[in-house]
């Protein structure tokens, strides 16, 4: 893997090919990885895992039409055909009249920000292995658990480049941390499995892999003997550790890429009330050690913290520049990139701001509940909004958290669900989209 440096500088070759090839514009994304990680069950190291990768993307603009290609052969000799190959397919691609590079006097002029995304002490081997049997012993230690399906420890490190053929050049690094365990407990058909894991940039910013091994323990000996729960409407209330999707499938469907395909539950409610007052989901790319923080995005373009949601209203779309030539609006610096490819869209360090009520305070009056700590499949339709996903969790009842259940579902409408959304007080920071504990009235739970 190259250095944040040499991953701008071969990118700039790369650019520099692409023009004498004869492309009209291109750009050129770096993308390295580089991870260690080591598995340990029953006390015993069971993998000790090196991976390393690298890729270089080119995407050309010969008119309108483009063409995106990419290699893990850096040297000068494969950029150049890289690059010759990428102009021919150009030459034959089909014209978008969307296409092409963000605007140039909008491109990031400044030096970058600092976001200290980078650990300089890189855990060896063996570092690794005692956090992941530290995390395997405390779980192991919890009364119930019966079995381990293992403890890990990890830590990586990763470089990303983006040049452009009209102005900007930048590059970033950042490392990697991770602990997670999966403990089984309960004997036979009656056993239950569940996990915790935690990740950072900065191995200062984990909780004691002891303290990750205990919560996978007691999560997994919480989901013994679990009932069934009767069909029917009741208030449902979203674990922090799965509400963050509710948040993700807000994200996509404000993404321009998705309002100009008409394949969005939001189209036609720009700045319109969706959820209650006081609700307000934030933006924010440049959050010191944020799990997805950025200096820049997957344009080239500066990126800032923004409202996506205030007082409870829509403030406007997510979109990179094909996006907002195709609505007539100006990017949001809300592009990102894969190591291929065009430029997707989407948030970074997303999190729904948390309200005033403790979890206790927001179920007190639910009479009967169902708080949701897994979701399983992926029922949830991007057009219509509708939303319908198995689940296990725990049910409510006279506002207290009563015994485990399993093998329900909840079902609803996104924007209904929106609408009846309230947040607890208890929000989390160790994710790309963090949330407190969700409560969303109105639901239909179908169990017995």
Same mark, same amino acid.
């Given at each position: 893997?190259?250095?944040?440096?040499?991953?701008?500088?071969?990118?700039?070759?790369?650019?520099?090919?692409?023009? $004498?090839?004869?492309?009209?514009?291109?750009?050129?994304?770096?993308?390295?990885?580089?991870?260690?990680?080591?598995?340990?069950?029953? /006390?015993?190291?069971?993998?000790?895992?090196?991976?390393?990768?690298?890729?270089?993307?080119?995407?050309?603009?010969?008119?309108?039409?483009?063409?995106?290609?990419?290699?893990?052969?850096?040297?000068?000799?494969?950029?150049?055909?890289?690059?010759?190959?990428?102009?021919?397919?150009?030459?034959?691609?089909?014209?978008?009249?969307?296409?092409?590079?963000?605007?140039?006097?909008?491109?990031?002029?400044?030096?970058?920000?600092?976001?200290?995304?980078?650990?300089?002490?890189?855990?060896?081997?063996?570092?690794? $292995?005692?956090?992941?049997?530290?995390?395997?012993?405390?779980?192991?230690?919890?009364?119930?658990?019966?079995?381990?399906?293992?403890?890990?420890?990890?830590?990586?490190?990763?470089?990303?480049?983006?040049?452009?053929?009209?102005?900007?050049?930048?590059?970033?690094?950042?490392?990697?941390?991770?602990?997670?365990?999966?403990?089984?407990?309960?004997?036979?058909?009656?056993?239950? $499995?569940?996990?915790?894991?935690?990740?950072?940039?900065?191995?200062?910013?984990?909780?004691?892999?002891?303290?990750?091994?205990?919560?996978?323990?007691?999560?997994?000996?919480?989901?013994?003997?679990?009932?069934?729960?009767?069909?029917?409407?009741?208030?449902?209330?979203?674990?922090?550790?799965?509400?963050?999707?509710?948040?993700?499938?807000?994200?996509?469907?404000?993404?321009?890429?998705?309002?100009?395909?008409?394949?969005?539950?939001?189209?036609?409610?720009?700045?319109?009330?969706?959820?209650?007052?006081?609700?307000?989901?934030?933006?924010?790319?440049?959050?010191?050690?944020?799990?997805?923080?950025?200096?820049?995005?997957?344009?080239?373009?500066?990126?800032?913290? $923004?409202?996506?949601?205030?007082?409870?209203?829509?403030?406007?779309?997510?979109?990179?520049?094909?996006?907002?030539?195709?609505?007539?609006?100006?990017?949001?610096?809300?592009?990102?990139? /894969?190591?291929?490819?065009?430029?997707?869209?989407?948030?970074?360090?997303?999190?729904?701001?948390?309200?005033?009520?403790?979890?206790?305070?927001?179920?007190?009056?639910?009479?009967?509940?169902?708080?949701?700590?897994?979701?399983?499949?992926?029922?949830?339709?991007?057009?219509?909004?509708?939303?319908?996903?198995?689940?296990? /969790?725990?049910?409510?009842?006279? /506002?207290?958290?009563?015994?485990?259940?399993?093998?329900?579902?909840?079902?609803?409408?996104?924007?209904?669900?929106?609408?009846?959304?309230?947040?607890?007080?208890?929000?989390?920071?160790?994710?790309?989209?963090?949330?407190?504990?969700?409560?969303?009235?109105?639901?239909?739970?179908?169990?017995?």
């Amino acid at each position: 893997m190259l250095s944040p440096s040499a991953a701008q500088d071969r990118a700039a070759a790369l650019i520099d090919f692409a023009r $004498r090839a004869g492309a009209d514009a291109a750009d050129a994304v770096y993308s390295g990885e580089a991870s260690e990680t080591v598995q340990v069950r029953l /006390g015993a190291l069971e993998e000790v895992e090196r991976s390393e990768s690298e890729h270089l993307g080119l995407r050309v603009f010969v008119g309108k039409g483009s063409a995106s290609i990419g290699s893990s052969d850096l040297s000068d000799a494969a950029l150049q055909e890289l690059a010759s190959r990428a102009v021919a397919m150009a030459r034959l691609a089909p014209e978008d009249a969307y296409a092409g590079l963000a605007p140039e006097e909008r491109l990031l002029r400044a030096d970058l920000p600092e976001l200290d995304l980078t650990d300089s002490a890189e855990p060896g081997p063996a570092s690794l $292995r005692e956090l992941a049997l530290a995390a395997e012993d405390a779980a192991r230690a919890v009364p119930g658990v019966t079995n381990s399906e293992g403890a890990g420890a990890s830590a990586g490190a990763r470089s990303l480049a983006l040049v452009t053929s009209h102005g900007f050049a930048g590059a970033y690094g950042g490392t990697s941390r991770q602990v997670s365990a999966t403990m089984i407990a309960g004997e036979g058909s009656g056993m239950q $499995r569940d996990y915790a894991w935690r990740a950072s940039h900065h191995q200062a910013d984990l909780p004691a892999a002891e303290e990750i091994g205990q919560l996978a323990g007691e999560r997994a000996v919480a989901r013994l003997d679990p009932g069934r729960v009767k069909s029917g409407p009741m208030p449902v209330v979203f674990d922090p550790r799965v509400g963050g999707s509710l948040i993700a499938h807000l994200a996509g469907a404000i993404s321009g890429n998705a309002i100009a395909r008409r394949a969005s539950f939001l189209l036609d409610k720009d700045l319109a009330q969706v959820f209650a007052k006081g609700i307000a989901i934030i933006d924010d790319p440049l959050r010191p050690r944020g799990p997805s923080s950025r200096p820049f995005d997957g344009e080239g373009l500066p990126v800032a913290q $923004r409202k996506l949601v205030e007082d409870g209203r829509l403030t406007g779309w997510l979109m990179d520049s094909a996006a907002a030539r195709q609505l007539g609006g100006e990017p949001t610096g809300h592009a990102v990139r /894969g190591a291929g490819g065009s430029p997707g869209v989407g948030a970074s360090n997303l999190h729904l701001v948390a309200g005033t009520m403790s979890v206790a305070e927001l179920i007190a009056d639910i009479a009967e509940g169902v708080l949701v700590t897994e979701l399983i499949g992926q029922g949830v339709n991007g057009v219509t909004g509708d939303y319908s996903r198995g689940a296990s /969790g725990f049910r409510i009842v006279k /506002g207290a958290i009563a015994g485990p259940i399993a093998e329900f579902t909840v079902a609803g409408n996104l924007l209904d669900m929106f609408a009846a959304l309230t947040p607890a007080n208890d929000l989390e920071w160790h994710r790309s989209v963090n949330v407190p504990t969700i409560r969303v009235d109105g639901m239909t739970v179908a169990g017995d």
